[in-house]
């Protein structure tokens, strides 16, 4: 892809290359976080929906993952939704993925907009905003603090939202901090059962810094912790696990 020519915006690669993105210089930056819900996502899902997509890493990532799925990105920024539209086009998903400008709030409403349909998806990514509003330092930066800032109500709205979005039996993944535990589990209550949690770790020593959730709507199976990841090893090197993942687009899980 040529980069593009425009101060304001850079173009970058995920996959080992087989994403590129363009994503705005100042702001909130794509990182693992998308790399890792995306290969957190059983590669058997058709229909994704990737909510609060950004300029559209996580959704992207799967599609390059799974050739046969088709997704819908939902995006409320309309500059961030520009960025994904182009992404789409970018990487030649254009008969496969849509871009859909809307607030995943008002879609947990049966008044909410009408893309994405209730019950369409078998997949939903989620990727919510992480941090109390009244705990941590906002950045002035609109868009980076509308992608950090949250809490366990804005939690389960989205979760919310997704459960709306999903056939039964339908897989949401989520992404989150694992300080959040007992708030992801209000969420998924009564919704989504069957869940696997996944910690992800910056050093082998080290507790965990976020922890990935995959569950199924419907079920009331109880939850598993599965083996953690190491992103990498005492000396900073990156773990083979990790490096198949964030560069061999391999699956989490």
């Not at 990182?31 to 909510?51: E, K, N, S, T």
Request: proline fraction near 9%; hydrophobic fraction near 50%.
């Amino acid at each position: 892809m040529t980069p593009p020519a425009r101060p304001d915006v850079t173009a970058d690669a995920i996959l080992g290359g087989r994403v590129t993105l363009r994503q705005q210089a100042r702001g909130h930056r794509v990182g693992h976080d998308a790399v890792l819900l995306a290969a957190l996502a059983p590669a058997g899902c058709r229909a994704m929906v990737d909510l609060g997509a950004g300029v559209g890493a996580a959704g992207l990532a799967f599609l390059a993952r799974v050739p046969e799925a088709t997704g819908t990105l939902v995006e409320i920024d309309p500059t961030l939704a520009a960025l994904a539209t182009e992404n789409v086009a970018d990487n030649h998903f254009g008969g496969r993925c849509r871009v859909v400008v809307a607030d995943v709030l008002r879609l947990a409403r049966p008044s909410g907009p009408p893309a994405p349909a209730a019950g369409m998806a078998d997949l939903v990514l989620v990727n919510p905003p992480f941090n109390a509003a009244g705990a941590h330092q906002t950045s002035p930066h609109a868009g980076r603090a509308r992608a950090h800032i949250g809490g366990a109500e804005l939690l389960l709205a989205w979760v919310t939202t997704a459960y709306r979005c999903l056939a039964p039996g339908g897989v949401l993944c989520l992404i989150h901090r694992p300080e959040e535990m007992e708030a992801i589990f209000a969420a998924l209550a009564g919704r989504f059962g069957a869940a696997e949690l996944l910690p992800v770790h910056p050093r082998p020593e080290a507790p965990a810094v976020r922890l990935l959730v995959r569950a199924v709507k419907g079920r009331r199976t109880a939850p598993r912790l599965l083996p953690g990841l190491v992103l990498a090893d005492a000396e900073g090197v990156p773990t083979i696990a990790a490096e198949a993942v964030v560069r061999g687009a391999g699956a989490l899980g």
